[in-house]
């Protein structure tokens, strides 16, 4: 990180967790209703796979947008709060 950057985005490591989650429940609850669901009705063996699929679908798109998109490291030295700001140009300071 340079010294001019304030703000860090894109921390794959808790992404990933979330993506494999969603992947396996999209492969798990079909995987599993067509194995021990022969007794269902083929309209309800059809609903529960694709609710699975796209409950699984939803949640591994969720966990990677926002695993991209919030912020992973925010350095504190950026921003209104540097040092050498006036009281007068800090809005922090202005509002209070």
């Not at 059809?46 to 939803?58: A, D, K, Q, S, Y």
């Not at 991209?68 to 140009?89: A, D, M, Q, W, Y």
């Amino acid at each position: 990180m340079s010294e001019n950057e304030c703000v860090e985005f894109g921390n794959k490591t808790s992404a990933l967790p979330g993506a494999i989650s969603g992947a396996a429940i999209a492969i798990g609850v079909p995987a599993v209703t067509l194995v021990l669901g022969k007794s269902l009705a083929s309209s309800v063996q059809l609903t529960i796979i694709l609710v699975g699929v796209g409950v699984g679908g939803l949640i591994a798109l969720t966990a990677t947008f926002f695993g991209l998109v919030i912020p992973s490291k925010v350095n504190g030295g950026c921003g209104c709060g540097r040092s050498g700001s006036s009281e007068k140009s800090d809005p922090v300071e202005q509002a209070v």
